[in-house]
């Protein structure tokens, strides 16, 4: 079966969310989700029971001249997602994105608060954090050990190459998100598209309003029954494109 062509692993909250929608955007690219959480020990609330065949069937329309891929955050954290990426697809190519680990854990934190996911302080929640990774509280908890970055980019370096792996800062996709995407437009080995890419920003700081329903999930994620209720209620497309990043 067809297998992606490139992830987009993370960081969280440093721009991979606007990377893949410029990308998406592209005629010979395909992003097939915003977050599917399919590799390595965390799991998304909406698509809990994404076996490996599931997962493979929404790359299987996709022509093979057409570089399909995927985006979720939670690869660059998770200690399993890369060799479990390398079975699947020796050649992946692997988009990193990061950003200011101290920026990178408030921006988070405030989206979590939005979303209901936090109720604690940023620093009660910081001092809460090594408890809460013991208990295993969601990554998206995991504030500041999120941000040390270095032994998981190395990594995805090791497993894949330095050749298939491009890593970029936040700071320069924020003040330059064109000259990022050509370069990953060259990574991934598409030409520069015909059509004119619209890289404008929209709601800074805040949460898309399209993204509801993942609010609600976060809070009625400890109810396994409500989850798979609201779950049959969501048609498939939507539960793979516009899943919080």
Known sequence: MRTPDFLIVGAAKSGTTFLAHYLDQHPDIEIVSNRLEHFGEYSNVMMPDLSK????????????????????????????AANQIKQMNPDMKILILLRNPIHRAYSDYWHRRRNGMESLS???ALDAEKQRIQQGSPFEQHYAHYGLYADRVKMYFLLF???QCQVFLFENF?????????????????TEPQKTIDFSIQNKGGMPSQHFISRILFRLSRSRFMVKMVRMLIPEKLKTRSLVG
């Not at 599931?54 to 093979?64: D, E, S, V």
Request: a neutral charge; glycine letters at 6%.
């Open 53 to 80: 065949d599931k997962y493979l069937n929404l790359f299987r329309n996709i022509p093979q001249n057409t570089v399909a891929g995927e985006k979720s955050a939670s690869y660059l954290y998770s200690d399993q």
């Open 122 to 124: 940023f620093k009660e």
């Open 161 to 163: 190459g330095r050749q």
């Open 174 to 190: 924020i003040g330059d998100p064109e000259k990022i995407c050509r370069q990953c437009f060259t990574f991934l080995d598409v």
